[in-house]
């Protein structure tokens, strides 16, 4: 009687549980069809596209630097003496051999007269004991007498002339001399500053960059400089020598770029920002906004067209380079293919999408913002 009990419990257990879940089975099937169509006749999701596009990139290595002449010079004077003549003005251009100041020289232009006087009188001898000699009259001993007088009388000539040149100051090579610290009447002195020239048809620009990135530092390479007076106008050049020592303390490694100046705006001391420029290349760019990172992956929705209409695709991709905006990619997409820029976080895979257009006039996608469904 047990055993034909046991059975019929079983079976009215299971009779209970299928008609408390009959129930939930027909609300879930209508709650499913019900989102199916809700989900057919919701519109296209509108969006904003940007086009795949392979333009010229490189990775930047950003320092600050200080500008300095390619040649420059402080002009001082050598000796005590009173200026009797400036032949410049401040910012003056000049060429190299230009008279620049005067020192006062009476002293020592009679002193070279009397010397080039003394030296005519001691060739003239040493030629007239030179022939006798010739003919045996003068004896060896004389003619070595007239010798060491002769070139005795032109060092102290060529002495002389040599003191001539350090009270006459000029242009050591073509350039801009700075301001002009003396005057007419002043007596200068050994190590006073009388102006600066400097040649600034090309500037150098000393930076350091720290030792790590010492393989992608070499001669040649790019450089692109900014500074603050000028905003965003940047200013080329390339690196010109690297040091052959890198500081202990800082681990950092000079750096010397060359940078032409042909409209002279640059200036001797200039701090400057710059980005040194390597493995320059062509890459694929799109804009940053357009990608979909999920933990370590990065995705991007491509826009295709479908006999269906427009559609949006999940596509997974390799960036490289960030960038002013744009990333670079290294692989998943192709030359032209067509992003959503804005929106793609709204999107599923195989959603459908209408593209708006871009308005005449807007710079970058970023200025544009879809119209939210």
């Known amino acids: 009687?047990?055993?034909?009990?046991?059975?019929?419990?079983?079976?009215?257990?299971?009779?209970?549980?299928?008609?408390?879940?009959?129930?939930?089975?027909?609300?879930?099937?209508?709650?499913?069809?019900?989102?199916?169509?809700?989900?057919?006749?919701?519109?296209?999701?509108?969006?904003?596209?940007?086009?795949?596009?392979?333009?010229?990139?490189?990775?930047?290595?950003?320092?600050?630097?200080?500008?300095?002449?390619?040649?420059?010079?402080?002009?001082?004077?050598?000796?005590?003496?009173?200026?009797?003549?400036?032949?410049?003005?401040?910012?003056?251009?000049?060429?190299?051999g230009r008279v620049l100041v005067r020192l006062s020289a009476t002293e020592e232009e009679a002193l070279h007269k009397e010397a080039a006087s003394s030296a005519r009188e001691a060739k003239l001898q040493y030629e007239r004991i030179a022939q006798l000699a010739e003919r045996g009259t003068a004896s060896i001993s004389q003619l070595d007498e007239a010798r060491r007088i002769h070139e005795t009388a032109k060092a102290r000539q060529l002495a002389i002339e040599s003191r001539l040149a350090e009270l006459v100051i000029k242009a050591p090579f073509d350039g801009v001399v700075g301001l002009r610290n003396i005057s007419v009447g002043a007596v200068v002195r050994p190590g006073d500053l009388i102006t600066t020239v400097d040649d600034d048809t090309s500037m150098l620009l000393d930076f350091t960059v720290p030792a790590t990135f010492l393989a992608a530092v070499e001669a040649g390479s790019t450089v692109e400089a900014t500074t603050s007076a000028f905003g965003a106008k940047p200013f080329q050049g390339a690196v010109r020598s690297v040091s052959s020592r890198i500081d202990p303390v800082t681990r950092a490694v000079m750096v010397r770029a060359e940078i032409p100046n042909t409209d002279r705006l640059l200036k001797p001391g200039m701090l400057m920002t710059v980005n040194l420029l390597n493995d320059e290349r062509q890459s694929l760019l799109i804009p940053e906004g357009a990608l979909l990172p999920v933990g370590k992956s990065h995705f991007v929705m491509v826009v295709d067209q479908t006999p269906a209409g427009t559609a949006a695709r999940r596509v997974e991709v390799r960036i490289g380079l960030r960038i002013d905006g744009s990333v670079e990619i290294l692989s998943g997409l192709s030359e032209g293919d067509a992003v959503v820029a804005h929106g793609a976080f709204k999107l599923a895979d195989g959603a459908a999408v209408r593209v708006l257009p871009k308005p005449a006039g807007a710079d970058n996608t970023e200025e544009l913002q879809p119209e939210r469904n």
């Open 1 to 96: 009687m047990a055993r034909l009990q046991a059975p019929r419990r079983r079976a009215l257990l299971i009779s209970g549980i299928m008609r408390f879940l009959l129930p939930l089975q027909i609300g879930f099937f209508f709650f499913t069809a019900s989102h199916l169509l809700l989900a057919q006749k919701r519109p296209p999701s509108t969006v904003l596209v940007a086009e795949a596009k392979r333009e010229a990139i490189a990775n930047r290595i950003e320092a600050i630097g200080t500008l300095r002449a390619a040649e420059s010079v402080e002009l001082t004077a050598t000796v005590s003496e009173r200026v009797v003549e400036t032949g410049f003005e401040d910012g003056d251009r000049v060429e190299r």
